[in-house]
């Protein structure tokens, strides 16, 4: 029986500024995302399990810099614990342009939890196309290149042939 998840977000935190224009995250800023979050009309987000990615939104795009996940604690719990704050905050003190925001994969409706390997899957899933948007994301599992090259389709540069290219989107690559 297959899980169903939803997408929440974009979320926008706005990080505090030094003296000196550098941006870094401190509690009143993660309290003012989660009063945004809830005033979203997701209430029942910051309570719930899943992954989240975490991101920078410079012009029209969004370039992902971790992904997380969580079956033991909740999102409040989990996404500003100390050791991500030091990734997010070393992630905004190179790079000075742009907005953080935030996405969350948790179950469809009221459910709240998700199980361990639901949320490994999903996690897992996530990074394989994160890295390929940023080589330099922070996640550590899960990151390195398989090796795995099937020309044309999976990890292969230059010109495609139709049936590749049939191929491809009938396998949703």
């Given at each position: 029986?297959?899980?169903?998840?939803?997408?929440?977000g974009?979320?926008?935190l706005e990080p505090?500024?030094?003296?000196?224009?550098?941006?870094?995250?401190?509690?009143?800023?993660?309290?003012n995302?989660w009063?945004?979050?809830?005033?979203s009309?997701?209430?029942?987000?910051?309570?719930?399990?899943?992954?989240?990615v975490?991101?920078?939104?410079a012009?029209s795009?969004?370039?992902?810099?971790?992904?997380?996940?969580?079956s033991?604690?909740?999102?409040?719990q989990?996404?500003?614990?100390?050791?991500?704050?030091?990734?997010?905050?070393?992630?905004?003190?190179?790079?000075?342009?742009?907005r953080?925001?935030f996405?969350?994969?948790a179950?469809?409706g009221n459910?709240?939890?998700?199980?361990?390997p639901?949320?490994?899957?999903?996690?897992k899933?996530?990074?394989?196309?994160?890295?390929?948007k940023?080589?330099?994301?922070?996640?550590?599992?899960?990151t390195?290149?398989?090796?795995?090259?099937?020309?044309?389709?999976?990890n292969?540069?230059g010109?495609?042939?139709?049936?590749?290219?049939?191929?491809?989107?009938?396998?949703?690559?």
């Amino acid at each position: 029986m297959a899980s169903e998840f939803e997408l929440f977000g974009p979320f926008f935190l706005e990080p505090s500024k030094n003296n000196k224009g550098s941006k870094f995250i401190q509690t009143g800023d993660i309290h003012n995302f989660w009063k945004v979050v809830a005033e979203s009309g997701e209430n029942i987000l910051p309570e719930k399990q899943g992954c989240y990615v975490f991101s920078i939104k410079a012009g029209s795009g969004f370039k992902p810099w971790y992904i997380g996940k969580t079956s033991k604690q909740s999102f409040r719990q989990e996404v500003f614990n100390g050791n991500n704050i030091n990734k997010f905050n070393a992630v905004l003190f190179n790079n000075t342009h742009g907005r953080l925001a935030f996405y969350f994969i948790a179950k469809a409706g009221n459910k709240k939890t998700v199980s361990n390997p639901d949320a490994a899957r999903i996690e897992k899933l996530l990074i394989s196309y994160a890295v390929k948007k940023n080589e330099n994301l922070l996640n550590i599992h899960y990151t390195k290149d398989s090796g795995i090259r099937i020309k044309g389709v999976i990890n292969s540069k230059g010109k495609q042939s139709q049936d590749q290219i049939r191929f491809k989107t009938m396998m949703g690559i």
